[in-house]
């Protein structure tokens, strides 16, 4: 069962790179034994650095499913998800992940994933009381709307 | 200059909250000087857990330049990237990250940032070498077709 699905996993992939896309990277969502949504990389189709074969499944089951809570189901992708990806895994509460290729496999073929995991952008705190203003203010209308 | 910067970040924080898109979070990404991309939390509005305002500023950015690439950027985030936006920050070239809000600012508020840097989601490796099949024929048709 889980080979199956990780070969549309895999077929996704072969669809995005022959038209194209992006990279060589496919993804299924599962939910009860029903592929729920899918996805392959397209980042040069839309050139939009974001759009992973992980993110493009998960914005698919999302669409399909209209929530954003994807509890339950489990996400086969043919390379094992990048930094941004797991990030995404997590945020949409995904139970469990199936994954392909290995960082380091991907790191091989000239995508920067492994440079990932052990860097991180120059970042500087700023103007920090301010934007805690606007969580108060979020909080105060949350309380106030009941949500 | 960063202030400025910033306090569009926070407007843009604002605007959705007001507007009930998601979260209280802004940010723009500036280029010599220059707005070339804004966005705020949707995760709400359009149910999909990938919409952070990071996210989306990256994806307007990107959308507004036609490149994926955006190299030479900065980005005013109003709370410190969560792993997904980091991810996507690396991924996009951001030169440099302006953030507000600290991840704990943002834990004390009940969004789970601080879980996620010290936990992943259960993962399991699957059909490794029919995944490295697809990386090979990718390789085969960009030596081909020269990208």
Chains 1, 2 share one sequence.
């Not at 499913?65 to 339950?72: Q, R």
């Not at 970042?123 to 108060?136: G, I, K, P, T, Y």
Request: proline fraction near 3%.
């Amino acid at each position: 069962m889980a080979d199956r699905f990780m070969n549309i996993a895999i077929d996704e992939a072969r669809k995005g790179i022959r038209a194209g896309h992006g990279g060589p990277f496919g993804c299924v969502i599962v939910k009860d034994g029903k592929i729920i949504g899918r996805g392959h990389n397209e980042v040069i189709k839309q050139h939009d650095p974001t759009c992973h074969g992980e993110i493009m499944a998960i914005r698919d089951a999302c669409r399909n499913t209209g929530s954003h809570d994807l509890s339950g189901c489990d996400l086969y992708t043919t390379a094992q998800p990048c930094p941004m990806c797991a990030g995404a895994v997590q945020w949409a509460n995904i139970a469990k992940v199936y994954y392909g290729c290995t960082v380091s496999d991907t790191d091989d073929i000239g995508f920067r994933d492994e440079v990932f995991f052990n860097s991180e952008t120059e970042s500087q705190e700023l103007d920090r009381n301010e934007c805690l203003e606007v969580f108060r203010e979020y909080f105060s209308m949350s309380e106030r709307e009941g949500y």
